[in-house]
């Protein structure tokens, strides 16, 4: 099967500039993710959607970042305005089960996008 | 709140060696546990995860985990270290006790396998 595809692979922006990211799960797979990893440190959840609908948005900076699910398929994931401190890779992950079986179900990661904020 | 807490930053073995890297966790009520493994530049890969049942764990490239809920750990192991084992190594949970319920990562454990 085809993996999760992410792109760009690498983006280098200036401060207060936007940046979008987009995401394309594996087929047929109900819930998407959203994970930022900066550097040294381990993947930490920003956004979860199930199908088109946002399940998790806890941990999103919510006055500057955004992401939707259109149809319940491809996701983008959006920075503005970007800030130094935005400088991190941002892993898109799929998993096929939905509800509390995606808790169990493993993560498919696409390989991410690097962003580097000057 | 819940954690998990890789005390290693980096594990150094040499090849043919066994190999494990620790993880410890603090959730209420059981959780499911994973390891995944990232290669430089890439995403993710799913190595092993513990549901239920027997403690110990079999998954990909010979990799292995024991589960033990005294200690609260769930600890990777191999046999036998190869030089293509040199990675990023992620330990996961996912706690069980509402639907708000959502997958934390370790902060890695980078394994050195010297030929």
């Known amino acids: 099967e085809a993996g999760v595809a992410q792109s760009p692979r690498y983006k280098i922006i200036e401060k207060r500039q936007s940046v979008a990211f987009w995401c394309n799960p594996i087929s047929g797979h109900a819930t998407l993710y959203w994970y930022q990893q900066i550097l040294g440190q381990g993947p930490k959840l920003l956004i979860q959607f199930q199908n088109n609908g946002v399940v998790d948005d806890s941990q999103l900076p919510k006055d500057r970042f955004s992401a939707e699910r259109l149809k319940g398929v491809d996701s983008t994931l959006k920075i503005q305005p970007a800030k130094l401190e935005d400088s991190a890779v941002y892993l898109c992950a799929s998993s096929l089960l939905a509800g509390a079986s995606s808790y169990n179900s493993p993560l498919h990661f696409g390989n991410g996008t690097r962003l580097t904020v000057t | 709140a819940q954690s998990v807490a890789q005390p290693e930053d980096q594990v150094n073995v040499a090849e043919g060696n066994p190999l494990t890297v620790k993880c410890t966790y603090s959730?209420?009520?059981?959780?499911?546990l994973f390891w995944y493994v990232q290669y430089p530049n890439r995403g993710l890969q799913f190595l092993l995860k513990y549901i239920t049942g027997d403690n110990l764990v079999k998954g990909s490239y010979g990799f292995e985990a024991e589960f033990n809920k005294s200690q609260t750990s769930f600890h990777l192991k191999k046999p036998s270290a190869l030089v293509s084992d040199s990675a990023l190594y992620f330990c996961?949970?996912?706690?069980?006790?509402?639907?708000?319920?959502?997958?934390?990562f370790g902060s890695g454990t980078r394994l050195s396998i010297r030929p």
């Open positions: 996961a949970v996912s706690p069980l006790y509402s639907s708000a319920s959502k997958i934390i």
């Open positions: 959730v209420s009520g059981n959780p499911y």
